[in-house]
């Protein structure tokens, strides 16, 4: 029983491992870089959670076995960040805040 229990984890491990290295391509869209330049036909390149490739579709090379995804027509901004907030005004409200996240 203590042989497939560990059998049964290491195989849970190595999934997590391939799983967190897959590969998405979002193919053919418009992109806006973070310093404002604008990219029409571009595509991304994600490896696990990280965009490891942005460029005109045409110079992007995606691995072999990439999951493709059409965002034809759509504009994306990888490199925005909303850093919108409202907090308390209260220490009580400010801990319940922070709990929250």
Do not use: C, W, Y
């Amino acid at each position: 029983m203590k042989k497939i229990l560990s059998l049964g984890i290491a195989i849970a491990a190595l999934t997590a491992i391939v799983n967190a290295q897959s590969v998405t391509v979002f193919e053919n869209g418009r992109v806006i870089v973070g310093d404002g330049k604008v990219i029409d036909n571009a595509s991304i390149v994600v490896t696990g959670d990280r965009i490891t490739q942005v460029g005109p579709s045409a110079s992007i090379q995606a691995p072999a076995g990439a999951t493709r995804v059409s965002i034809a027509g759509k504009t994306v901004m990888p490199a925005i960040v909303d850093a919108h907030v409202h907090t308390s005004t209260t220490a009580p409200e400010l801990e319940n805040d922070l709990r929250q996240r």
